[in-house]
């Protein structure tokens, strides 16, 4: 056996051996999302509550490990990355989601089947996740593009002075923003009405705009919020 083989085996032989000492971890979340901005940051806001909250009972539920990686790239890239962070993390996530948008990519139908035959939960919106930010205030099923969403969040936070009254994508504290009377909860709601259609009949989510699945994940995010 040469020794290029020699250390191939031996390479394999340590990786398979970390993989053997993963031990899964309950109430454990792995969030991907294809924004490096206003997704991480939304979800952040979350984790950033869920640890201060469960901080002060861990008697009474576990706290989540919640580990969030805002990449930046196409929907089907970010399937294979989600994977390499799955392979490669120290724990076995309970829960690994991936959330991105439709935009502009040709890829956002076949990305979610990928996602979904790998054991991934996929958050999506079609066209923007700024249309899941805009159900934290209103119900809308006009199918705008993702520049008509940011507009009209323009105008949510100019008539709420939120932020410096006008949209950004990089508001460390978007989560709390939207949240202003009871946002996060309006936007639940107004979700899921959206989707009934979609829940019952199916589809393509290409086709079905606007729409958003995001709300699976923050429902599942905010029982640990919960009183």
Same mark, same amino acid.
């Given at each position: 056996?040469?020794?290029?083989d ?6 394999? #032989?340590? &990786? =398979? ?5 993963k031990?899964?971890?309950?109430n454990? +979340? ?13 979800f ?10 469960i901080? !002060? ?5 576990e706290?989540?490990?919640?580990d ?6 196409s929907?089907?890239?970010?399937i294979?990355?989600?994977?390499? /962070?799955?392979?490669? $993390?120290?724990i076995?996530? =309970?829960?690994?989601?991936?959330? +991105?948008? &439709?935009d ?5 139908? =076949? $990305? /979610?089947?990928? !996602?979904? $035959?790998k054991?991934?939960?996929? #958050? ?12 934290h205030?209103n119900?809308?099923?006009s ?7 940011n /507009?009209k ?11 410096? !009254?006008?949209y =950004?994508?990089?508001y460390?504290d /978007? ?15 107004? #979700?899921?009405r959206r ?23 923050v429902? &599942? ?7």
């Amino acid at each position: 056996m040469g020794a290029d083989d020699l250390f191939k085996k031996r390479r394999e #032989a340590r &990786k =398979q051996r970390l993989h053997e000492y993963k031990t899964p971890k309950a109430n454990s +979340f792995l969030i991907v999302t294809e924004g490096k901005c206003t997704e991480p940051l939304y979800f952040k806001g979350m984790q950033k509550l869920i640890k201060t909250k469960i901080g !002060g009972m861990i008697e009474v539920i576990e706290a989540p490990h919640i580990d969030i990686h805002g990449e930046g790239c196409s929907t089907g890239k970010l399937i294979e990355i989600t994977e390499r /962070i799955v392979k490669e $993390a120290k724990i076995i996530y =309970q829960n690994v989601w991936v959330v +991105f948008d &439709k935009d502009e990519f040709n890829d956002f139908d =076949q $990305a /979610i089947k990928d !996602g979904i $035959a790998k054991g991934y939960k996929i #958050a999506w919106s079609n066209q923007s996740f700024e249309y899941w930010l805009y159900l934290h205030f209103n119900y809308s099923d006009s199918a705008l593009h993702r520049e008509d969403w940011n /507009i009209k969040l323009d105008e949510i936070f100019k008539e709420y002075n939120l932020g410096n !009254g006008m949209y =950004q994508k990089n508001y460390e504290d /978007i989560y709390n923003m939207v949240n202003i009377y009871d946002g996060v909860n309006t936007a639940i709601k107004n #979700a899921k009405r959206r989707m009934a259609d979609f829940e019952k009949e199916g589809g393509k989510p290409s086709e079905y705009n606007p729409g958003t699945t995001v709300y699976k994940l923050v429902e &599942k995010l905010k029982y640990y919020l919960s009183e």
